[in-house]
């Protein structure tokens, strides 16, 4: 039974299984959860109280006449009841169903209420239900912009699907309860908001009002009197009986779900030349600009806070938010949530009915950056990232394990604003500066980078100012970290929550004739800076070598794989790697290779391509396999590891392997230089000090997947394009 007096933390599976053409899209495929029998015992750990839960139709009965197999969610609902966490089960979810139905002749319905049945005899128990999930959105897919089965783009599909789905869940809910008379329709909808230029009010309050029309259908409240009337019977071409039918068999759900994002509410604009092409639009009257209002300086109080309420206004019946999830780093999903925390509390506290915040997207979703219109897609991490297949918990797992625990849940990271609130977001039209944050940014606990000087410790700074994580860059003279007594002073100044140690001993072959400096640089003194971590328990991240390996592989080095270094300065790296490892289990290491940045000139894509703009000829090695490396990627996945309390060596480059002349050509191909200025010679005729391995490449059996070094190397491009200046790279 649903808590009245205090806000719960539900969760919820992306389970969409959405037809495109004859494709069907099966996010829970997608991410591994058919093959993970120990998800339900993982999912219970966080301490939610419900889980929104996919029994969906279009698995179960992908034909009319199938044998339902219920046991894989025989065993997950089962597992759930054991364990005490509600499920809400989802029958569709953004589907038009089987392919042996259809919106438009009544099997779409007749079909959902059947398998109602089906579901509700098999578990007479369950008692929550979401017949069909945001009938409107999957409408406005469907049958208004196409990009989902059936395709349609008009206004009559489009409130015909609608009215297909709301019956649906009218006829699933009443089969239902003739088998379990307690059950409850946990109904869920998108939270959105139009605002408008004056020009364009016509078209924000017509949206605005539509906004209401699938509640407002379920719960019998569509009449000759209700404001879009009018509108659906002699502009649409709906009936009187179409709409007359949920006035007479209406389903009032127990709780209103609503599902809010960032891309929820919506500025109009008839002015398009202040905003982007992609945010082009109009409608039969006007052309204009429809862009988020997160990217405008809008000026109305907007935000869930404000919609929330006005969704209480008009519905008097407990709410709450279904799906609570932010494509973004780390911290930034850490601050989106618990900031919908505090907006849910804050609503409760003023007497607002709201129930529940729903963590969504347990183990993450895919290709919803094209809204699931092709296969697989970007994968977006959730509470556990499953990218490996075995589920990695994210900083969200522990804020949530705390916030389910009724305890507080505090980090530094939350003392600062997300990106959505920052004056450096984004805004549209370029010329306006946005209103200022509300909120003082506090001082907190900082994030101490070491190595001021170096590619590694500038691009740290950088991106953690761009992420808004409050931090410190020192250099050796602030810290030596071979000296015990001065970095445990500076830790007890700076109360520092984390270390990134990106100093050290870089340069490979004079190593071979300064192995002391070399060892103090890169191992003695990071294990003092681990020792000491440890006693005050502060995150420490050290960066580690491809050189650690030998090259005797000739496929990708994982984590696991034995070390063997062939020169002084992978012995260094290697022994720094088993003592912190010793003394500090806490501690995080990553092994990386070949990096290179805009941010510097002293790395080979940069002193390459300059070369090649001058002319001059690059000589490199045609036999030593790498994986490239590109920095503002390796630091940011970096952070993420850091804010999910990760420990242990993982690896992170970029996807795929090259030569060190290949690179060279493929950065002349890219700027348009002569490739004939690249000469690939031999390993052993380059007169190198120190022995390096031919085959070092890298590869995470961790999960951690950078995009490929193509795409690197063209974000690379973009970056140094307005640096470029007659012939040489400034930075």
Known sequence: MLAENEIEIWGGLEGTINRVGDAYHDQSEYSGHYNRPGDIDLIASLGIKMLRYPVLWEKHQPQKDTVIDWSFVERSLTRLKELNVEPIAGLVHHGSGPAWVNFFDGSFEEGVANYARLVAEKF?????????????????????????????????????????????TVMAMRVIREINPDAKLVQTEDLAKVYSTPLLKYQADFE??????????????????????????????????????????????????????????????????????????????????????VLVP??????????????????????????????????????????????????????????????WAIFGLHGWNKLVTEPWGTYEPGVFNVSTGCPRPTALARLIQVLTRRKVYYHPVLETEGWWKRDTRPVYPANVIPMKSRKNKPKCQPVLVLGKSGTLGAAFSKLCLERNIHHML????????????????????????????????????????????????????????????????????NFSSDLVFDGAKDEPYVESDSVNPLNVYGRSKAMMEEKITQVNENALIIRTSSFFSPWDNFNFVTTTLADLKEGRKVVAAN?????????????????????????????????GETTWADLARQVAIMAGC??????????????????????????????????TLEHALQRYFEAVANVYQSGAIAV
């Open 623 to 655: 036999d030593v396999h790498i994986a490239a490396t590109y920095v503002p990627d390796l630091v940011n996945e970096t952070l993420d590891l850091l804010l999910d309390d990760q420990s242990g060596i993982f690896h992170i480059t970029n996807d």
């Open 208 to 293: 605005n009002q539509r906004r209401w029309i699938s509640y407002d259908l379920l719960c019998g409240r569509v009449d000759e009197q209700h404001p879009m009337w009018n509108f659906l019977t002699q502009e649409v071409g709906l009936t009187a009986e179409e709409l007359l039918y949920f006035r007479d068999n209406y389903c009032i759900p127990y709780v209103c779900g609503f599902n809010y994002y960032l891309t929820s509410e919506r500025y109009l604009d008839e002015d398009m030349s202040k905003y982007p092409v992609e945010f082009h639009g109009g409608n039969h009257q006007h052309q204009y600009a429809d862009i988020h209002t």
């Open 298 to 359: 809008l000026k109305e109080e907007s935000g869930p806070y404000v919609l929330l309420r006005e969704a209480y206004e008009h519905l008097q019946l407990p709410l709450a938010i279904t799906e609570c999830h932010l494509h973004s780093t780390r911290e930034e999903q850490m601050r989106w949530f618990n900031e919908m925390w505090e907006t849910v509390n804050d609503l409760k506290a003023e007497g607002v009915d709201i129930r529940a915040l729903t963590a």
């Open 124 to 168: 007479p128990w369950l008692e929550y239900y979401t017949p069909v999930n945001e009938p409107l959105t999957t409408a406005r897919f469907c049958g208004l912009y196409g990009h989902w089965y059936p395709h349609k783009k008009d206004n009559y599909s489009f409130y015909k699907i609608l009215l297909s789905e709301l019956k649906a």
């Open 474 to 541: 020192l250099s050796r003279a602030d810290v030596d970290i071979t000296d015990a007594a001065t970095i445990e002073q500076v830790i007890q100044e700076l109360h520092p929550w984390a270390i990134v140690n990106a100093a050290g001993y870089v340069r490979v072959d004079e190593a071979e004739q300064a192995h002391e400096s070399c060892m103090e640089a890169n191992c003695n003194g990071p294990v003092i800076l681990a020792e000491l971590c440890k006693k005050y328990s502060i995150k420490l991240v």
């Open 674 to 707: 002569d490739q004939s200025l690249v000469v690939g010679k031999p390993l052993n005729k380059l007169g190198l000090k120190a022995k390096r391995p031919n085959y070092s490449v890298l590869k995470s059996e961790k999960g951690i997947k950078l995009p």
